[in-house]
């Protein structure tokens, strides 16, 4: 693995990584008050553009990362709303 996909690789496991505390956090208090609506639904629509955007140019790193992140966002969301109720 040469440094240019070593950069990408540990960028998107990073990224995909950092959305697991905030869904323990929720889950383990189960309060999600801070939690943004608003943040967090422009954030899952560019996130599901970039998982789009690695699809059509056929990066299956890019796929790999959005897709999860996609997947953790929409469960930080679920679990405010859940907590809500």
Not at 6 to 33: D, E, N
Not at 46 to 69: Q, T
């Amino acid at each position: 693995m040469n440094l240019i996909d070593f950069i990408g690789a540990l960028a998107g496991m990073l990224t995909t990584i950092s959305f697991i505390p905030q869904v323990l956090k929720i889950w383990r208090t189960r309060s999600a008050r801070d939690i943004s609506y608003g943040m967090y639904t422009c954030f899952i629509s560019g996130v599901a553009l970039w998982l789009c955007y690695g699809l059509l140019i056929g990066a299956l790193p890019i796929v790999l990362n959005n897709a999860i992140v996609l997947l953790l966002a929409i469960l930080v969301i679920m679990l405010k709303y859940r907590v809500e109720r």
